[in-house]
């Protein structure tokens, strides 16, 4: 009875989930009032509707957004997602995000995030090119080098971000590879951008695995989500020894105890659907996937995927999260309680901003690593914060997200009171 009363009044509203993140993590260290206030808010959110002639002819008017929710730091930088669930809370809370992700793998930024209703799955290349364009536009009064630096997210990917580049300079009329990251390295990305955010999610699982002391070779894994960061998030753990036994997508969810075989995944992925491959390995109801008994789960979609209502049938030892906000506040003290140790997304999947930072930095500098250099870069930058991270857990005996969310308040706080904010 209880708990239905709680499941009743849970939030799933993301931007009030974040508020409460920062409220929690702001007890711990007795923040100032005023620092919590500020940081409860985004700075600016720019509400942009434009016009785009579809491939019939006819002309659909789009809208979109992009908050910016604190620059104490630095410019803010973050990803534009395409997806038609997008809301301006929704932007504004993964801005929020944005901006804690960054203070945790010390970038000099603050948080940003941009989103635009539509969905790309049933848009021609031509019409999600002429989005991107205007969505650019639109907003490139706002964005700039050293203003808000935008990136790949959800349905977004480097072809998208060389539009927006292209578009962007053009409107400058110079070229201006570092307004955006996440583009072909053949006009400016960085080598090993695309593969970052799972490969900054492996490196903490990693250690995340040596703490609870368990060995990566034949852990089991199940991923939910097979877009860039899900995707390759598997074969990195397959190349390690895990098993991945089940994975899924927007339209269904495979699960072999024996694990699954990736390439036939991937290759359904790419020609078909993965619901194609052997239906015996079919899960009826896809959330099982997050209910698995496995050593590692992997959220790799959208936010509020662990609830109330799921939380306690959880099995994994680990939840690493590679998408933004999969887990509901609620949802994570019964994670806690059950001893489940869950490496947050503003750790977990930060090494997509990190990269994005050496991209920004290449640009600047006009000079290019190999992926060598990006990705021991990127190893020492994750391992460093997921220290960081966990002896912080330790110390105060709190969750990994709660520590996660004070490496990086003091950082924000710190800069904010040097800038004579409060
Ligand atoms: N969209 C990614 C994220 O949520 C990457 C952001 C970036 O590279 O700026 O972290």
Redesign the pocket.
Known sequence: MKTQQTEAVESLNPFQIVQTQIENAAKIIGLDREIVEILKKPKRVMTVSFPVRMDDGSIQVFEGYRSQHNDAIGPT?????FHPDVTRDEVIA?SM??TF?CGVVNLP?GG??GGVICDPRTMSKGEIERVSRRFIEAISDIVGPDKD??????YTNPQIMGWMMDTYSRIKGAFNPGVI??KPPIIGGSKG?NE??ARGCVFTIAEAMKDIGKELEGATVAIQGFGNAGRVAADLLAEQGCKIVAVSDSKGALYNPDGLDLDDVKELKDTSAILNYDSSFHLKNPDELLELDVDILVPAALENVITLKNAHRVKANIIAEAA?GPTTPDADKILYEKGILVIP?ILA??G??????FEWVQNLMNYYWSEEEVNEKLKSAMETSYHAVSNLAQKYSIDFRTAAYVVSLKRIAEAMKARGWV
């Open positions: 930088k973050g990803g534009i997602r993964l995000w944005m992700k930024y940003g995030k630096i935008p990136a790949p997210d959800v990251t996440g951008r970052a955010t933004n997304d999947n930060a997509g901003v990190t990269v994005s930072y």
